[in-house]
T-cell receptor
Framework: GAVVSQHPSRVICKSGTSVKIECRSL??????MFWYRQFPKQSLMLMAT?????????EQGVEKDKFLINHASLTLSTLTVTSAHPEDSSFYIC????????????FGPGTRLTVT | GQQVMQIPQYQHVQEGEDFTTYCNSS?????IQWYKQRPGGHPVFLIQ?????EVKKQKRLTFQFGEAKKNSSLHITATQTTDVGTYFC???????????FGSGTRLSIRP
């Protein structure tokens, strides 16, 4: 099956610094990738939809200047958390669709961000 | 905005007992998907239902889509310890490309 990787799996950073998270589709091309945030024991909240070669579409309430998304190629999307604060600590998960109209989303293993 | 709710929030059962989680949407859905997330893991796609009243089975798992396409259920027969995890339903969002996850039902099992 299709595989999506994320790097890093865990990161600890200090308040005020920026952190970049990479999401890669390893064996397929993904025109669309999605970024989710998940707090402990809660559901996945969609943050943004990332389209290759164009600007990301952010969900209501998500600060686009704080969560920078770049989808530079058909296999790579990055999420940069800028000027991180402790309340940004969370589990960030990306997913990718192999083709438009495909039902299945393939999820990456997630990145645990802790801001101290 | 669109909401997808699931009940119960938690379910603790004896191994071998059945388990059911229910998903309800505030709006009619063109389709519904189900995912399973093991503790510490990421969501894994289980199935998609499209037709009104559709029922699909995967071994001990039975998925059903309501006639009005606003609700769905997942039933597990004779649970096993490997069934532990959180089960999410998900429906299309405001645009065709994205999905909105339900609140999830966490299943734990007494061996």
């Amino acid at each position: 099956g299709a595989v999506v990787s994320q790097h890093p799996s865990r990161v600890i950073c200090k308040s005020g610094t920026s952190v970049k998270i990479e999401c890669r589709s390893l064996d397929f091309q993904a025109t669309t990738m999605f970024w989710y945030r998940q707090f402990p024991k809660q559901s996945l909240m969609l943050m943004a939809t990332s389209n290759e070669g164009s600007k990301a579409t952010y969900e209501q309430g998500v600060e686009k200047d704080k969560f920078l998304i770049n989808h530079a190629s058909l296999t790579l999307s990055t999420l940069t958390v800028t000027s991180a604060h402790p309340e940004d600590s969370s589990f960030y998960i990306c997913s990718a669709r192999e083709a438009a109209g495909e039902a299945e989303q393939y999820f990456g293993p997630g990145t645990r961000l802790t801001v101290t | 905005g669109q909401q997808v709710m699931q009940i119960p929030q938690y379910q603790h059962v004896q191994e071998g007992e059945d388990f059911t989680t229910y998903c309800n949407s505030s709006t009619t859905l063109s389709n519904i998907q189900w995912y399973k997330q093991r503790p510490g893991g990421h969501p894994v796609f289980l199935i998609q239902l499209v037709k009104s009243g559709e029922v699909k089975k995967q071994k001990r798992l039975t998925f059903q889509f309501g006639e009005a396409k606003k609700n769905s259920s997942l039933h597990i027969t004779a649970t096993q310890t490997t069934d532990v995890g959180t089960y999410f339903c998900a429906g299309p969002g405001s645009s065709a490309s994205k999905i909105i996850f339900g609140s999830g039902t966490r299943l734990s099992i007494r061996p």
